[in-house]
């Protein structure tokens, strides 16, 4: 059996990729991709410590409902970035930067 | 097995029974969106009405709670109603009452082609959301409460997104947010990991106690970066002046009231399970928080100093605040509580008045920036004049219900410094009374320009439809009632009767 540390070692290193991608990429949709990943780590965490939850089955309801409000939340940003495409013809967060002049 | 499955179903009708208002909006939410299908051109005024009228009714579910004496644990440790958490529904249901009237006197949204039905059924599943917000007792319910008010949000950010700056606005938020939402799941990924059970209980707590301190503090720190982002506390700050400057201005009303009220109320519970009471704390909560509610005061009102568009202003001026009601959660006491229930009450009916008045005047005069209200102060005598009381109360001035809040909160921290008298406490109180000076000096720019300042051509006053005056009479009314308050604290205090477990 694979332990129980090795999940947790993956699940760091995803999330460390998706913030790395969220801090350097210069795209809205790879941000969203990297925000994606962070999702994902935590829900390896939650489905590998779910097997010793095994009564309530904590863990994998929680990945449940995380899959479907990153769902949700990805869509509703996906409809933003379209809107914000159409008035700048850009989807680079560092161009989009009228409001505080 | 068959008698657990009885069990839990007789745990669920039980616990409905304490679920009215939330099944109140969850009902009205649905029958928003079908008469907003239904009732074509004049759907605009009969969702509108249908709201209001849904809203009091979850107040008048929500009130039928006060009676609750002790906190009551639902649904297997879901939800934990207390009395703390009934006054804080109260206050995001006036939020959004005052959040109805707005979009009526709001010519951006009236103007808006879409109609606002949908904007309307938005506001209602955010609220309940909110509502949640301030009742969870569990990381899931955490969690899932507040990404159904943040998904509420953008969408309500970015609901008109007719120009450049509103969309931006929308991408900063929705961006930001759900970065700090992946943040804060993966916090709590971890404290599952570490302590097997999702409910914040006395078995969380004991379990987390025997994990590495370093993991475990990491792992806290990254759920309340999360909630921090609701809060806007400093680090996490950022994004607060563009979204308000960003969205129209009713948006922003709403989410610099009931957003932060909610925000208080899961910080609370989210803190509870942490107190004293278990007799150790992991990341020294007082400490930390007494850090970040000094550098966010100093932050937010230093910052507040060189705004010129007074939506901005008042976003700074927002942090600010939160820092000061931190204070509150620092003394984690019954009077504290109390002290900030009402500060929460009084916050929202300042910044809601601020806001709409903000609005009325760009409706009449055409700009938000505060140099340029040269002269109008005579021409708009009711409204400037209504606008002075507010940023009095905003100040925190004598005789205006601002300044028994911040009252109220400062003595409920001295009376825990009196007790611990620990050094950082002593700074954070010292912090308090210093940014209010130096909040004087950005909200006194108004009445300077308006007033004393000559301008440099006649003032040009646009005219009006009716309902925009119809703005001007509600917020004078709320200015009035700063001052009612004010005098009279007595007339919101009495009925605040709590203890905070």
Not at chain 1, 13 to 31: D, E, M, P, S, W
Not at chain 1, 40 to 68: H, S, T
Not at chain 2, 23 to 37: K, M, S
Not at chain 2, 128 to 138: D, E, I, K, Q, R
Request: aromatic fraction near 12%; glycine fraction near 8%.
């Amino acid at each position: 059996m694979i332990p129980f540390t090795h999940f947790m070692l993956v699940g760091a290193i995803l999330f460390c990729i998706g913030l790395y991608a969220v801090l350097t990429k210069r795209n809205a949709i790879q941000i969203l991709i990297g925000i994606e990943f962070m999702i994902n780590a935590a829900i390896i965490n939650f489905v590998a410590a779910g097997q010793y939850d095994k009564d309530r089955m904590g863990g994998q309801l929680f990945a449940l409902f995380a899959i479907v409000m990153a769902a949700a939340a990805v869509a509703v940003a996906l409809a933003i970035i379209l809107k914000v495409y159409q008035h700048y013809k850009t989807i680079d967060p560092d161009k989009i930067d009228q409001l505080r002049n | 097995m068959q008698q657990s499955i009885s069990q839990s179903i007789n745990e669920i009708l039980y616990g409905l029974g304490y679920l009215l208002p939330e099944l109140a909006l969850t009902a009205l939410f649905i029958i928003v969106i079908i008469t907003g299908l239904f009732t074509g051109k004049r759907a605009d005024k009969v969702t509108g009405i249908v709201s209001f009228t849904g809203l009091l009714i979850a107040g008048y579910f929500t009130a039928g709670q006060l009676t609750t004496e002790s906190t009551v644990s639902l649904f297997g440790g879901m939800i934990a109603l207390s009395r703390l958490a009934v006054y804080l529904k109260l206050i995001l249901l006036l939020c959004g009452m005052l959040f109805l009237l707005f979009t009526q006197i709001n010519a951006e949204l009236q103007q808006h082609k879409k109609g606002l039905s949908d904007l309307y059924a938005i506001v209602i599943a955010t609220l309940l959301g909110m509502n949640f917000m301030a009742m969870t007792a569990n990381l899931l319910m955490l969690y899932l409460s507040v990404e159904m008010v943040s998904v509420g949000s953008y969408l309500m950010v970015g609901y008109v997104s007719s120009n450049t700056r509103q969309s931006e606005a929308a991408i900063k938020y929705a961006l930001f947010g759900a970065v700090c939402s992946a943040v804060m799941l993966y916090g709590i990924s971890l404290l599952y990991s570490f302590t097997g059970t999702l409910v914040l209980d006395n078995e969380f707590i004991a379990n987390l106690r025997v994990t590495p301190q370093l993991g475990a503090s990491l792992a806290v720190l990254l759920v309340l970066a999360g909630i921090g982002f609701k809060l806007s506390f400093v680090p996490l700050h950022f994004w607060t002046p563009d979204i308000y400057e960003g969205a129209s201005t009713p948006v922003t009303a709403f989410l610099s009231t009931a957003g932060k009220v909610a925000a208080f109320g899961v910080v609370i519970r989210f803190l509870l399970a942490f107190s004293p009471r278990h007799g150790f704390l992991i990341v020294d909560f007082q400490q930390l928080l007494s850090i970040i509610a000094i550098i966010t005061m100093i932050i937010g009102n230093f910052a507040a100093i060189w705004q010129d568009n007074i939506k901005r202003m008042l976003a700074y001026s927002s942090i600010g605040h939160t820092g000061f009601i931190m204070m509150a959660l620092i003394a984690f006491s019954d009077a504290s509580a109390k002290a900030m229930i009402f500060y929460l009450f009084v916050y929202t009916l300042m910044n809601m008045a601020a806001f709409m008045l903000a609005d009325y005047i760009e409706q009449k005069t055409g700009t938000l920036k505060i140099s340029e209200y040269k002269g109008f102060g005579k021409k708009l005598p009711l409204a400037f004049c209504a606008l002075v009381i507010v940023l009095l109360s905003l100040i925190g001035f004598p005789a205006t219900a601002g300044f028994i809040a911040k009252v109220l909160v400062f003595s409920s921290a001295l009376e825990l410094y009196n007790f611990s008298g620990s050094v950082l406490l002593l700074i954070l109180m010292a912090m308090g009374a210093l940014t209010t000076v130096v909040s004087l000096f950005y909200y006194f720019k108004i009445p300077l320009f308006a007033y004393l300042k000559k301008p440099d051509a006649e003032p040009v006053i646009f005219s009006l439809p009716k309902n925009a005056a119809f703005g001007l009479y509600i917020s004078a009314g709320l200015a009035l009632l700063l001052v009612v308050f004010g005098l009279f604290p007595q007339l919101v205090n009495g009925w605040v009767e709590l203890t905070i477990r």
